[in-house]
């Protein structure tokens, strides 16, 4: 069996590209987003590019924020293990 850093190193995890849980919570917030945007077009045909950019804008800010949320939880996990392993509170 493969220890934890061997699977890290030869690529057999990667986090980002795990699916996000289908819970009732977020597929009901991905239903909100899906019928908001189908509202909009309706009131504002015209604007469909313009939503498209803005909605591709928040997806790349959003890569961003989980990147930065993933390290944050990588660290505090580290500190964590440190703290366990050095005995200290």
Known sequence: ?????????????????QPTPATKKYIDAKEEIEHLE????????????LLEKYTDAIHVASAYESLADFARGFKLGA?????IFDGTN
């Open 38 to 49: 189908l509202e909009m077009l309706a009131k504002y045909p015209n604007c469909k590019e």
């Open 79 to 83: 500190e964590f293990m440190i703290a």
């Open 1 to 17: 069996m493969k220890s934890i850093l061997e699977k890290l190193y030869y690529g057999e995890i990667s986090p980002c590209s």
